[in-house]
C-alpha cells in the first residue's frame, strides 16, 4: 500500500531542474509532499487535492493526476538548499480514519 | 513558539526494559501520530489520534502502545522492547484531519535497544 517513488536517488549540478514522481496503485484523495534533511525532521512543502487545488511551496510546484494516481514534483533552478530526501504521503482509509501512508522517499544531492 | 516537543532525543536500552518516549504539541491540534524511520523504508505510522481518548492503529502498531488522555500529550509506549525496534521515532500533529492540513514533526528520538 506504500506509494511508489521515482527515481530513488538524482544527482544534480545548482541550477538544473529535477522532477520526482509519485504513485499509488489505490485512489489518492490527496498528496502530500515533505522534504527531510539529514539528522532533522522531515518539512512541509505542498498538499495537492483532489480537484486541483495546491496548498504550500512557492519555489517548487507540483502535479496531481487523480485518474492516473500520480504526482510529480518540480525542482526547477534548484539551489543547494534543495538537497535532501523527497517523500510523498497520502491518507488512507475512510472518512473517520487517518491513517497516513508515505513513500519510501528520494534523495537530491544538489552540487555547486 | 509553536511546536512539537519529544524527550528523549536519544535513548540505549536494554531488551525487555519498559519505556515511555514523551511527545507534547502547543498547538492544540486535534491530530497526533507516532512514526518509525528506517533506512530504505520511509517513514511508517505506528499509531495515530484523531482526538482526546481517540486512538487507532497504523501500519506497523505491534509492540507499542499510546494513550491520548490530554490534548496536546501523545505518549509511545515500548512495554516490552525488542532489537527489531531500534529505529528513528518522530511524532507529528496536525490541526485536524490530514485530507487539507499539514503534518508538524517533533525533532525525533534516537532509540537503540541491545
Known amino acids: 500500500q506504500q506509494p511508489v517513488q521515482s527515481p530513488q536517488a538524482v544527482i544534480l549540478r545548482e541550477g538544473e531542474d529535477a522532477v520526482i514522481n509519485c504513485s499509488s496503485s489505490?485512489?489518492?484523495?490527496?498528496v502530500h509532499w515533505y522534504r527531510q534533511k539529514h539528522g532533522e525532521a522531515p518539512v512541509f512543502l505542498m498538499i495537492?487535492?483532489?480537484?486541483?487545488e495546491q496548498k504550500g511551496h512557492e519555489k517548487i510546484s507540483a502535479s496531481f493526476n487523480e485518474k492516473k494516481q500520480q504526482s510529480s514534483l518540480y525542482l526547477t533552478a534548484s539551489q543547494l538548499s534543495y538537497s535532501g530526501t523527497y517523500f510523498c504521503?497520502?491518507?488512507?482509509?475512510?472518512?473517520?480514519?487517518?491513517?497516513?501512508?508515505f513513500g519510501p522517499g528520494t534523495r537530491l544531492s544538489v552540487l555547486p | 513558539e509553536a511546536q512539537v516537543t519529544q524527550n528523549p532525543r536519544y535513548l540505549i536500552t536494554v531488551t525487555g526494559k519498559k519505556l515511555t518516549v514523551t511527545c507534547s504539541q502547543n498547538?492544540?491540534?486535534?491530530?497526533m501520530s507516532w512514526y518509525r524511520q528506517d533506512p530504505g523504508l520511509g517513514l511508517r505510522q505506528i499509531y495515530y489520534?484523531?482526538?482526546?481518548?481517540?486512538?487507532d492503529k497504523g501500519d506497523v502498531p505491534e509492540g507499542y502502545k499510546v494513550s491520548r488522555k490530554e490534548k496536546r500529550n501523545f505518549p509511545l509506549i515500548l512495554e516490552s522492547p525488542s532489537p527489531n525496534q531500534t529505529s528513528l521515532y518522530f511524532c507529528?500533529?496536525?490541526?485536524?484531519?490530514?485530507?487539507?492540513?499539514?503534518?508538524?514533526f517533533g525533532p525525533g528520538t534516537r532509540l537503540t535497544v541491545l
Open positions: 504521503g497520502t491518507e488512507m482509509g475512510d472518512n473517520y480514519g487517518q491513517n497516513f501512508v
Open positions: 489505490k485512489a489518492l484523495y490527496s
Open positions: 489520534s484523531m482526538n482526546v481518548e481517540v486512538t
Open positions: 498547538m492544540n491540534h486535534e491530530y
Open positions: 507529528a500533529s496536525s490541526i485536524a484531519g490530514l485530507s487539507t492540513d499539514t503534518q508538524y
Open positions: 495537492l487535492l483532489k480537484g486541483g
